[in-house]
């Protein structure tokens, strides 16, 4: 492994620095690391197999559902790429890096932005999966989205040239609004977001202009009020959620007990205005539940309150959180508890938070975060992707990620280090192509550990 520069936090002496020295700064750091240097990508001799890596994240998650999460992560190399977080990070770490820090998502790939609901009832455009988040060098957020883009347009059978040019999309976003950020006050800054009813002028065809319209429509029925049809049922004229075992199954005895006894600490845990809104609420019923693809296994649970009458829900999803996958590669973080830490990064990047955002601990000590489950939450359904429309998603998944970074990190720094040239965009394209033939390769290792019985993987449900 090569060792890596020290990283350079943003500091309040440093916010406070001028801006000239602020550019020098980030200038300095090309010595570190050339632009053109993101390019590389060679798996070093050590590499540890990716099953391996998998298999050791397994070993406290709920067994039962391993398979799952070996099922959906073979049904392609893009799912693969989604489910292991924990491979990229290791690959990464091999790498030297620029030193300039941001929060990271961790996990910043295609399929983790979408739209959500602000307290405002906005629906806003932005990341949406914090369970990685950590403070880190800005540019492994960069190569994970750069790295998705190109996997994805290759899984959609787009052309290689097309391909490219979405990732080269997606890396000159974000260096465009990062720069264009960096000129800006930090109170323009912080309040910067991007309203989902700014994105219909942006699309060029009236065709993406009704996807765009259709899409902004479905995000806005996804509310509790809708879920309550779909997730729960009345037996014995009291509501209850639905089961669909493994997916979605009755919490039990035990863990319903727990839940209502966590349930004040994660309640202490929110504002005072927000824990009042919160106690009108009554504990109505929780089931266990089975999410996204690389979080198979982790304990994870919904839980039903009623408000004014059975007709007034609201649902809360209830996730552990463990070690993020980039601690083992990083300078210890502020937050000792993870929920603390994908809680604080979640409000730290987000433009707008979920006003029942939470975190605290559980039975056994289990680190857990509770957030809404549905709140007019929507995501681009990236397989059916044209070239141009994955094209258009790159960039604006770029000019997203931009954002979330500016708020943390020095943007003067790396505005300066990204600089106005695109030598950094292709560089880190080129480094996408690279680890998309990599993930295909570690696809192809998982699919044959499961064939050898190695491990076992479940049809996906």
Known sequence: ???????HPMTASASSADPAVRAERGRGARKRVARSGHADWVPSVDRVDPVAVLERQGRDRLPELLPIRYGRMAASPLAFLRGAAAVMAADLASRPHTGLTVQLCGDAHLLNFGLYASPERSLLF????????????????????????????????????????????????????MRRLARRGELEVWYDCIDAES???????????????????????????QALGKLTEVVDGRRRLVQDPPLLEPAGVSD???????????????SEERRLLLDRYRFVDAARKVVGVGGVGMRCFVVLLAGRDTDDPLFLQIKEARKSVLEDHLPQGPYLHPGHRV???????????????????????????????????????????????????????????????????????????????????????????????????DHATLGAAIAAGVVRAAPDM
Not at 256 to 270: N, P
Request: proline share 4%; aromatic share 8%.
């Open 1 to 7: 492994r090569i060792p890596a520069p020290p990283l």
């Open 126 to 177: 932005d990341l949406k999966d914090f369970d990685e988040t950590f403070q880190g060098p800005f540019e492994w957020d960069v190569k994970r989205l750069a790295a998705s883009v190109v996997v994805a347009g290759r899984e959609n059978g787009h052309p290689e040239p097309r391909i490219q040019a979405a990732s080269l999309a997606a890396v000159g976003a974000y260096r465009t609004a």
């Open 199 to 225: 994105l219909a002028p942006l699309l060029r065809s009236a065709r993406r202009r009704r996807q765009a319209a259709s899409s902004l429509t479905r995000a806005r029925r996804r509310t509790s009020l």
């Open 256 to 270: 319903t007990a727990s839940l209502r006894k966590i349930f004040s600490d994660y309640r202490s845990t929110l």
């Open 343 to 441: 809680v604080a990064g979640q409000r730290l990047m987000q433009a707008a938070g979920d006003i029942f955002l939470g975190w605290m601990s559980g039975p056994q000590g289990r680190a857990f975060y509770w957030r809404q489950l549905r709140d007019m939450k929507g995501s681009a359904d990236i397989a059916g992707m044209s070239p141009s429309d994955l094209h258009a998603y790159a960039r604006l998944c770029g000019t997203a990620l931009a954002r979330a970074h500016a708020r943390s990190g020095d943007r003067v720094a790396i505005a300066a280090y990204l600089g106005g040239a695109d030598t950094f965009d292709r560089a880190v394209t080129g480094f996408a192509l690279a680890y998309a033939d990599q993930t295909v390769h």
